[in-house]
T-cell receptor, first 109, second 114 residues
Framework: TQLLEQSPQFLSIQEGENLTVYCNSSSVFSSLQWYRQEPGEGPVLLVTVVTGGEVKKLKRLTFQFGDARKDSSLHITAAQPGDTGLYLCAGGSNYKLTFGKGTLLTVNP | DAGITQSPRYKITETGRQVTLMCHQTWSHSYMFWYRQDLGHGLRLIYYSAAADITDKGEVPDGYVVSRSKTENFPLTLESATRSQTSVYFC?????????????FGEGSRLTVL
């Protein structure tokens, strides 16, 4: 089983701050996905990265896939309370995705 | 309404009882999945299905049974519930392979086994 380690597990910041969360593995992934999950709901896909070194931007969120395709990061600029949620990375070399345990982000007004 | 729906949303049962969690999707997606989400473990795959009548085990299949007689439905049955199966269960579907295909999740079914 391929493992994905996410850090930090918990992050509490003030509105307007920047932050980065990480997703690391010792295995190579053909692609990585990032999901956000809000309380009482299922995860929702934010982005998929497939090429080593790839950078994707989604408004204030920047996603990067490591050159060796073993790690990924999510950077949020000027965080807002609406960014609060559980951020999950997921990867897999077949159609059985493996999820990290997630980073629980709280953005305080 | 279009989408993926799970029922029941909340269920309390007793040890040893059989419980079935239902999942229905309206997109005609080929792939369907059952995950459980627990503190400290994240999302773990229980079973998945690539098409009607095709199912396979995931990471934590013991104690669970699935079937997929129709493309749109993918029920999960706990044949004899145990306390360790207390969890939040998520059904998901995908129109393409999970490698790059998006998973669409239901809202979850919170199961408590007393």
């Amino acid at each position: 089983t391929q493992l994905l380690e996410q850090s930090p597990q918990f992050l509490s910041i003030q509105e307007g701050e920047n932050l980065t969360v990480y997703c690391n593995s010792s295995s190579v992934f053909s692609s990585l996905q990032w999901y956000r999950q809000e309380p009482g709901e299922g995860p929702v896909l934010l982005v998929t990265v497939v090429t080593g070194g790839e950078v994707k931007k989604l408004k204030r969120l920047t996603f990067q896939f490591g050159d060796a395709r073993k790690d990924s990061s999510l950077h949020i600029t000027a965080a807002q309370p609406g960014d609060t949620g559980l951020y999950l990375c997921a990867g897999g070399s077949n159609y059985k995705l493996t999820f990290g345990k997630g980073t629980l982000l709280t953005v305080n007004p | 309404d279009a989408g993926i729906t799970q029922s029941p949303r909340y269920k309390i049962t007793e040890t040893g009882r059989q419980v079935t969690l239902m999942c229905h999707q309206t997109w005609s997606h080929s792939y369907m999945f059952w995950y459980r989400q627990d503190l400290g473990h994240g999302l773990r795959l229980i079973y998945y299905s690539a098409a009607a009548d095709i199912t396979d085990k995931g990471e934590v299949p013991d104690g669970y049974v699935v079937s997929r007689s129709k493309t749109e439905n993918f029920p999960l049955t706990l044949e004899s519930a145990t306390r360790s199966q207390t969890s939040v269960y998520f059904c998901a579907s995908s129109g393409t392979s999970g490698i790059t295909g998006e998973l669409f999740f239901g809202e979850g079914s919170r199961l408590t086994v007393l």
